[in-house]
Structures are given as C-alpha cells and as structure tokens.
C-alpha cells in the first residue's frame, strides 16, 4: 500500500493514472483530514517529525470522480486514513442501453429507472432554489416534460403546503409507458394527469397553457429538434406571465455514480461546448420575450426564468 506524505497532487495524480491501468482497486494512506480543520489543501503540516501535506475528504473525493473511480474509507487512524480508489465500470451506464419496443431505455426496468435525483444534493437544493425562484406556491398549472417517474413532482410535494398542493393541476408528459404507469401509481390524486406521448407531438394532448413548465434532462434528447421544441412551449404552452425551470445535465451517470461533466459525441473526455451553446440560446431568448433569467447549479445547470412584463 502506497502512503502519501508530502508528496505534490501532480505526483499524486501520475501515481493513480499509472496504478489504475493495471489494477481496479488501489489503497493509499493519506493524512487524516480531521487532524486538523479549515486548513487549505497544500498546507504543510509536521507530526511526529514527518512532514504531511494537507488534503480534504472534498479533494480526495474530487479526485476520484476525476479519475472514475468511487471512494471508500478502508480504516481511520489517530493521524492518518486509508483511502481505497475503485474504479468505476464505465460499461455500467444507462447512456449505453438500448432503446427500443422491447428495451425501454428509460422504463421502470431499466438503469436510468434506479436512479434517483432526489438523494443527489447536487440535483436536489438547486432545483429547491428554482422552485423558490418561481414562487411554487403560487403556481396552479404546472406541465412537465420528461416527466419519468415524476421525481420532480415529489420535491414540490414535500416543499408547499398540502392545501396549496391541493389546488395545483399537475401535468407530466413521457414516451415510456411503464414510466408513465410507475407515476400514476405514485401520484392517484385527481389533480395529477400523466400521457404517454411523444413530445414531438404535443400538440395532439390539446393541453392548456401552464404557469410553469419544468424539463429536466429531456429537451436535448437525439430525436428532438432542441431549439424549435424550446420555442414551441414558449410560444404555444406557457402563460404569458408563466414560468419555465429547464434542467441541462452536466454530468454523467456511471456504475451508479454521477459523475460530473457532459459528454460530446467524439470525445473522450467532458467537453461542454454544445451543452451552454444550448443554455445560451434559451437564456438570450427568454430575455428578449422580457423573461429575468437566472443560471444555477453544477452537475445540473438550472436555467430559470420568471415574466418581467
């Protein structure tokens, strides 16, 4: 087992990309962040006459998901941890899944099904800031595109008051079925509805405009035309004083954990180009239909938007 003492990240990082082309677990013992606290990683440190540098479990973790691998603590000593890196299985992932009649790529049967957005904080407490940005309590029409197993729906439950959900007609649209089926069970409420149609053919469902319209992760799919789509739902589904939350994932879900970064077709590492060409294209054109636009979040980029006419 390889310990870690002053050594710098450069070498740290050479270390674990050479180890980890030959092995799929790799332990290393590494100063005990909790030695010592509000210390910035790269401080030097002397214990017992050796001399440490000083590193946070956040900058362990980062440099696991950096370098696909989870972490796991092996064992704690009085002035140093075991860290185990095991790497991710980057075959384990619902964006190499099949879709088709048979293969419900996002169905209740499938990968993407097994996860859940609402345990990842950094889904959760920016789409919460959303929600507070739009002033949920005050919406009554609300439509969801993507909608899957209604996750999102599940987070305003828990937010507004049960009288004011009460009053709210909830709307979610998906092309998988037995997503689709998964939601009405989970949601029976009279004022919940949910089809399973084609988003490119909205227009068939005759829905009325909404307050608030919520996409996450859906709007850039491949059969989608992205921008003409985007400007339909402004133009023909959103209220005129209504609101809009667009989720655009930066991240990528592998061997059960998210990782962060989108990405591109044709390339072997995260490149984010198309993903804020498109946030870009949504934000300048909500402010020229007089729409305060805000961006938030990280593994998630929440594009908000709330009526300033």
């Known amino acids: 087992m390889k310990k870690f003492t002053n050594e710098s990240m450069f070498e740290i990082i050479l270390y674990l990309e050479k180890e980890l082309k030959i092995s799929n677990e790799i332990s290393v013992e590494v100063l005990n962040p909790m030695f010592k606290t ?10 017992d006459k050796e001399e440490f540098i000083y590193r946070s479990y956040k900058s362990w973790s ?65 789409y919460i800031n959303a929600l507070k ?40 649209v998906d092309y998988s079925k037995s997503a689709i089926e998964y939601s009405k069970n989970r949601f ?18 005759n829905l009325k405009r909404a307050d608030l319209i919520i996409s996450i992760g859906t709007l850039q799919s491949s059969g989608l035309n992205f921008k003409l789509l985007f400007m339909d739902l402004i133009q023909n589904y959103l209220q005129d004083k209504g609101s809009i939350i667009l989720g655009f994932p930066n991240c990528r879900w592998i061997d059960a954990e998210m990782i962060y970064g989108a990405k591109a077709p044709n390339y072997a590492y995260s490149e984010q180009s198309i993903l ?24 998630y980029l929440f594009l908000t938007a709330t009526s300033i006419k």
């Open 38 to 47: 509000s210390t910035y990683a790269g401080e030097s440190l002397i214990i």
């Open 62 to 126: 980062d440099l696991a998901e950096i370098v696909f691998c989870r972490i796991l603590i092996e064992s704690i000593n009085s002035n140093t941890v075991v860290i185990l890196f095991q790497k991710l299985n980057k075959v384990d992932s619902f964006h190499k899944d099949i879709n088709d009649e048979e293969n419900e790529k996002y169905g209740e049967n499938s990968t993407f099904f097994k996860i859940n957005k609402n345990e990842e904080p950094a889904f959760l407490f920016p």
């Open 133 to 172: 940005n739009v002033k949920i309590e005050q919406k009554r029409d609300i439509l969801n595109l993507g909608i899957n197993k209604a996750d999102e729906f599940e987070v305003i439950k828990n937010l507004v008051d049960k009288n004011i959900l009460d009053e709210i007609n909830f709307v979610g």
């Open 188 to 205: 029976p409420q009279d004022n919940f509805n949910f089809f399973k149609h084609d988003i490119n053919k909205l227009h068939e469902l």
């Open 276 to 299: 804020y060409k498109d946030v870009y294209f949504c934000k300048k054109y909500l402010q020229q239909k007089k729409y305060r636009v805000t961006l938030t979040g990280k593994n």
